[in-house]
């Protein structure tokens, strides 16, 4: 498989491989194993958040409501100051 990196990012590579001693596939190996078992862990997270959520155990936020009263929050912490 053949990959291509922004020459930014091949930059980097390079300095890391040529700093620890590892070879740059070894690096980029670990960097996508790493990428995929977080996403596998994130992907279980919301699937059990939603499952939470479907069965009514959870009671999901207004998100609107949520930052509306963050910003007034928020605004009363600068009037005080």
Known sequence: MEIR???????????????SGRATEELIEDAVSGYFAELAQLRGVLDRRYDEIKAGNV????GEAFFESLRRREDDLLRKS
């Open 5 to 19: 990196l922004k020459p930014e990012t091949e930059s980097r590579l390079m300095e890391l491989a040529a700093s």
């Open 59 to 62: 009671k999901p936020l207004d």
